[in-house]
Antibody, heavy 119, light 110 residues
Framework: QVQLVQSGAEVKKPGASVKVSCKAS????????ISWVRQAPGQGLEWMGW????????DYAQRLQDRVTLTTDTSTSTAYMEVRSLRSDDSAVYYC????????????WGQGTLVTVSS | NFMLTQPHSVSESPGKTVTISCTRS????????VQWYQQRPGSPPTTVIY?????PSGVPDRFSGSIDRSSNSASLTISGLKTEDAADYYC?????????FGGGTKLTVL
């Protein structure tokens, strides 16, 4: 069965960086893309970016593109999301989600990773 | 970039029908597929409608999706409401290089 398993919770200080992993299993990793979506406490879903696992092409949300980098390791079927220069308002649950290339349907989601930014 | 606007909250009684709208700010709603996700507290979203009108296996046929070009909006309709349908619902679509989520609608069934 398809699974996306994310790395564990992180606590970071303002100005630091965080890198979250998302290990995929149960399907051909390169046949789908991966989106990263975050959700601040009590807030809605915010799309952060997308990576085509097939060719490594990326799209980023405009307001985050200077601080976020998405990568994949096809040898281990793992996607990574790094956020730099963390601020308190980056505190959120971060999700990876498998995305269909043609419809952008996100059909499977990771369990979420809580990132807390606090001094 | 475009935005997707949803009502902040809706409420209805068990057994009734509720419709949640999702209006696209620019560009045609019909140009790109719309998905609808259900999210319960503490859990990741799950799909209830994909590609405008398609229902994943396991989602009851009480859930349906539609597109209205005249209002440039998509709608999620839930009929025969059950208390278990209470959750947050998000629409989502895309354009050339952006995936966009609506702000979410809190459905209360009481």
């Amino acid at each position: 069965q398809v699974q996306l398993v994310q790395s564990g919770a992180e606590v970071k200080k303002p100005g630091a960086s965080v890198k979250v992993s998302c290990k995929a299993s149960g399907y051909s990793f390169i046949r789908y893309g991966i989106s990263w979506v975050r959700q601040a406490p009590g807030q809605g879903l915010e799309w952060m970016g997308w990576i085509s696992v097939y060719n490594g092409n990326t799209d980023y949300a405009q307001r985050l593109q200077d601080r976020v980098t998405l990568t994949t390791d096809t040898s281990t079927s793992t996607a990574y999301m790094e956020v730099r220069s963390l601020r308190s308002d980056d505190s959120a649950v971060y999700y990876c989600a498998r995305g269909q290339y043609t419809s952008s349907h996100h059909d499977y989601w990771g369990q979420g990773t809580l990132v807390t930014v606090s001094s | 970039n475009f935005m997707l606007t949803q009502p902040h909250s809706v409420s209805e009684s068990p057994g009734k029908t509720v419709t949640i709208s999702c209006t696209r700010s620019s560009g045609s709603i019909a140009s790109n597929y719309v998905q609808w996700y259900q999210q319960r507290p503490g859990s990741p979203p799950t799909t209830v409608i994909y590609e405008d009108t398609q229902r994943p296996s396991g989602v009851p046929d009480r859930f349906s999706g539609s597109i209205d070009r005249s209002s440039n909006s998509a709608s999620l309709t839930i009929s025969g409401l059950k208390t278990e349908d209470a959750a947050d619902y998000y629409c989502q679509s895309f354009d050339f290089s952006n995936r966009v989520f609506g702000g979410g609608t809190k459905l209360t069934v009481l």
